[in-house]
């Protein structure tokens, strides 16, 4: 069993240091570049590639795959190797697999499969990226500055993307939605160089193979099973899990069909399913802003509770937009359901992470981290797979009023978890 470790440990900087600018920094213009692709990729799909409603639950599943596929050992490797190196490695592979997608445009060779191919290539890297990012947050910051970090981490990363997917979708009116994926690979690129220029005193608390004495006979299965039993052990953990995994199926089937509700259902442009998006991004950056101040002013359950709510109820609003039978009616729905979605979104995330963070013994983060995300983001690609079929033979919009009516069996867990919190919280 693990404990937590003895020796002091000397973080290089709070929040408000250089060094966690730098780290900032990078991941602010990483995610950037993904919302601009997030626009593009499904533009590309649905008008350039006439995919179907089965060929969006394939891509889906493709890019999430990796999460059940190798989530649980990722979380025990992460734990041998160093966080930051991770993540760089990762970066580098998401940049060389998003920049083939207009390589192979270009060379007129780009099919819908390759999509499956390079979102897979890219779910793996994320896996091992998402993880250790998670886990490296307590690293890079002292403990009582860890909610602090991930806030801020959160808003910037939304201010910084606020304007992509609206300028994503206004650039598509002059040039490819390939092209459009370079911003992409170029994101990925300068995280690799943040990352590069960030330092940390992981060295500090490590366990093997680096540390003073190294547990060489530790096995692969013993390890990924520790990481289980914590969780397993934690009942808060485990409400957490089902919350947010039962939150994930629905949510997944919904945003699966999304592209095909706004762009063939609707009859909306690439640039005002761009602007939709944005709004997502305006509600992350208020919901990431709002949170510390409530989770000052009201427990740790009611503000779970409160974002899970708040996020099932603007929910709705999706396949409400998809009958309305007026574009304008339904562009506004559609940007008020964004927004509200977020902000319910982030209130919850942000809480529960710290949340976890705070649990969690520093040597046993990665697989803490790797055993949450194996259960609530390995259901994505189950789901995806299920939205895109009931899409393609219940059709669009019973799959997205499914979607987002079955999202509400999410707070259940919620309900009894405030027994089970440190009284600190």
């Known amino acids: ?67 059940l596929v190798v989530g649980l050992p990722a979380g025990a490797w992460i734990d041998r190797w160093f966080k930051r190196r991770t993540m760089i490695s990762a970066d580098l592979l998401r940049f060389v697999a998003s920049f083939a997608v207009p390589l192979l445009w270009f060379t007129g060779q780009l099919q819908i499969w390759h ?12 896996v091992f990226f998402d993880v250790a990012y998670q886990s490296f947050v307590p690293v890079l910051v002292p403990e009582d500055e860890i909610g602090t970090a991930n806030a801020r981490l959160e ?8 304007g992509g997917p609206a300028l994503g979708g206004l650039a598509l009116k002059v040039m490819s939605a ?3 994926m370079l911003a992409d690979a170029f994101g990925y690129l300068a995280s690799v160089v943040f990352l590069s220029l960030t330092r940390d005193d992981e060295h500090g608390y490590r366990t093997a193979p680096h540390d003073e004495h190294p547990q060489r006979d530790r096995s692969l299965v013993r390890e990924i099973r520790e990481g289980l039993d914590f969780v397993v052990s934690q009942p808060a953990l485990r409400r957490i899990v089902a919350c947010t995994g039962l939150s994930n199926l629905f949510a997944t089937m919904g945003f699966t069909l999304v592209p095909l509700l706004v762009l063939r259902q609707i009859g909306l442009s690439p640039f005002l399913y761009g602007v939709v998006m944005t709004a997502s991004s305006v509600g992350g950056a208020v919901g990431a802003s709002i949170t510390p101040a409530l989770q000052r002013r009201l427990p740790i359950g009611s503000v779970m509770r409160v974002g899970i709510l708040v996020a099932f109820a603007a929910g709705l609003l999706q396949p409400l937009a998809g009958v ?60 995806a797979l299920a939205g895109g079929w009931l899409g393609q033979h219940l059709g669009l919009m019973p799959t997205m009023w499914l979607a987002a009516g079955g999202a509400i069996i999410a707070i259940v867990p919620l309900l009894g978890i405030d027994r089970h919190l440190p009284a600190s919280a």
């Open 1 to 67: 069993m693990y404990t937590a470790p003895v020796q002091e440990i000397t973080h290089v900087g709070g929040v408000r240091s250089s060094n966690f600018l730098r780290f900032w920094t990078g991941q602010t213009l990483a995610q950037f570049g993904a919302r601009l692709a997030a626009v593009a990729l499904p533009v590309l799909a649905v008008e350039l590639l006439s995919a179907s409603e089965q060929d969006l639950g394939y891509l889906n599943a493709a890019q999430t795959a990796a999460f």
């Open 155 to 162: 808003t910037t990363s939304q201010i910084a993307t606020m």
């Open 324 to 383: 309305l039978g007026n574009r304008w009616l339904a562009f506004g729905a559609l940007v008020v359901a964004d927004v509200v979605l977020s902000v319910g979104v982030l209130i919850y995330n942000i809480t529960q992470v710290s949340l976890r963070q705070r649990l969690c013994p520093k040597n046993l983060l990665g697989r803490m981290n790797a055993s949450v995300r194996f259960v609530v983001w390995g259901v994505l690609p189950i789901s």
């Open 115 to 126: 999509l499956y191919v390079i979102g897979g290539v890219v779910g793996i890297a994320t």
């Open 178 to 180: 390939p092209f459009l």
